[in-house]
């Protein structure tokens, strides 16, 4: 986490303050939406949103609200969370939707018991939805964090994206986020890894966040590295969306046969089912080697590329010799705020 010296940047602050309150703001935008769930997108608008949040906060908080930054990140961690489950679980009930209709009479029987139990944990995932969102509205996060944040917005015209101490802050962050990444780099040839390649899907997405906070210092020059950092995310998102099913369906069908044993008082209605849900096993398993070797192939060809350390070499910092430019000093007096004292904070 970056420590600020007793003087913020100015440019730091006013950059910074920009991408936390425009990342607010597409949150707040689909809560209504959210409150609907009629249309599953809003969910994942406001997910990515509150994801991207949490991202910005540790990279810019610490030198726009030192005391604060960790507790609005924590609060803001429990929409995300509700909106993660909801989100996936939306995913699963589309995706088992669409291929419901390609499937015969034998195999349908099982998938649309397994669609039906879906819906029935969509709703009740809806009540622990509006309860965060309740939550966040009741404990005035959004006030609070737009009445610190929005005085820098006065100053955002005289933003200079060339500032030195800007662009070592996009130095650091980016490459901190490439080694957390690139330290998963030995689990790409061991499929049996599951954790281990969805951690470094979640590596991969922090790192992607932080390029495109950072990518207007850059004009368009980070753009190819952001869509191969997409493309990687898809893959193993795919990859982990796979891993998940292959370990629940199990379950799902053991935890059906009972269900069925205790209102029947026995087990033959339940054999219906067997042959769509082995389908789908099937159909995942095989899904999973193919997207596994899609990515294996995909990062040979970045490795080929010299992609990560062209990044590198890309977002490297050098110090100039000159000493800082006397508007930044000038701003800086104007925007840096007075040390946080006596706000109620632990």
């Known amino acids: 986490m970056p420590k600020p010296k007793s003087s913020p940047n100015p440019n730091v602050q006013i950059f910074g303050a920009a991408i936390i309150l425009r990342q607010l703001s597409a949150m707040v935008d689909e809560m209504e939406g959210v409150k609907k769930a009629e249309d599953i997108e809003a969910v994942h608008r406001m997910r990515v949103a509150s994801r991207r949040l949490r991202s910005a906060l540790p990279i810019f908080g610490p030198f726009l609200a030192p005391r604060r930054h960790e507790n609005w990140r924590k609060r803001i961690r429990a929409i995300t969370r509700a909106l993660g489950a909801a989100r996936d679980t939306d995913v699963q009930i589309e995706h088992l939707t669409e291929l419901v209709s390609r499937l015969t009479p034998p195999e ?7 669609l039906l139990r ?18 966040l509205e009741k404990d005035d ?6 009445q610190k944040l929005a005085p ?31 330290a998963f780099e030995p689990y790409v040839n061991r499929p049996e890894c599951v954790s281990e390649l969805h951690a470094m899907r979640i590596a991969g997405k922090h790192l992607r966040y932080t390029l495109e906070f950072f990518a207007p210092l850059f004009e368009d020059e980070l753009k190819p590295f952001i869509k191969s950092l997409r493309q990687c995310q898809d893959l193993l998102g795919a990859i982990h969306d796979a891993d998940v099913w292959i370990a629940y369906l199990p379950q799902f069908i053991e935890e059906e046969r009972q269900r069925t044993i205790e209102y029947f008082g026995h087990a033959r209605p339940f054999k219906r089912l067997l042959p769509g849900l082995f389908y789908y096993q099937k159909l995942r398993e095989e899904e999973r080697q193919n997207l596994y070797q899609q990515f294996v192939n995909s990062w040979q060809e970045w490795q080929a590329e010299n992609l990560w350390e062209n990044l590198r070499r890309r977002v490297a910092f050098h110090l100039p010799d000159s000493e800082p430019d006397s508007q930044a000093t000038a701003v800086s007096a104007q925007t840096t705020q007075p040390e946080e004292k006596n706000d109620g904070e632990s």
């Open 108 to 114: 349908r029987a099982g998938v649309r018991r397994l």
């Open 118 to 135: 879906l819906r029935q944990r969509r709703r009740e995932m809806q009540k622990d939805v509006l309860k965060a969102l309740r939550r």
């Open 141 to 146: 996060l959004v006030a609070e964090i737009t």
């Open 152 to 182: 820098f917005e006065i100053y955002k015209n005289q933003l200079d994206l060339s500032d030195p101490p800007l662009r070592k802050l996009a130095d650091e962050q980016i490459q901190a986020r490439l080694d957390e990444f690139l």
